[in-house]
């Protein structure tokens, strides 16, 4: 069973930049495909980037690209999600998602292990 906790949350202005934090526990890290999912008030589960087990490759959603970098320390059993340039359409909880599958997918359905979210939230 793999436990995932998220960090770094936070209120800030649009154009501000913040790092969010996702350390696993109970499993291979390594071995693991990674994500990053956000839901906003009154919406779905949105898929926003990913990253193969070992780093190398990586995948984003359209409305994130060029702002959003996706990274990992295997080392340190942890993710992190460096968001720039932030608009006020990305306020939503972020998660923090791990599927045992060798793919850079983006349904929430195939990512097994969820942590329990933290909440952005940009002004404007």
């Known amino acids: 069973q793999v436990e995932l906790v998220e960090s770094g949350g936070g209120a800030v202005q649009a154009g501000d930049s913040l790092r969010l934090s996702c350390s696993a526990s109970g499993g291979t890290f390594s071995k693991l495909v990674m994500a990053w999912f956000r839901q906003a008030p009154g919406k779905g589960r949105e898929f926003v980037v990913s990253i193969s087990w070992d780093g190398t490759n990586s995948r984003a959603a359209d409305s994130v690209k060029g702002r959003f970098i996706i990274s990992r320390d295997n080392a340190k059993n942890a993710m992190y999600l460096q968001m720039n340039n932030l608009e006020p359409e990305d306020t939503a909880v972020y998660l923090c998602?791990?599927?045992?599958?060798?793919?850079?997918?983006?349904?929430?359905?195939?990512?097994?292990?969820w942590g329990q979210g933290t909440q952005v939230t940009v002004s404007s």
């Open positions: 998602a791990a599927s045992h599958t060798n793919m850079l997918l983006t349904q929430s359905t195939v990512y097994r292990y």
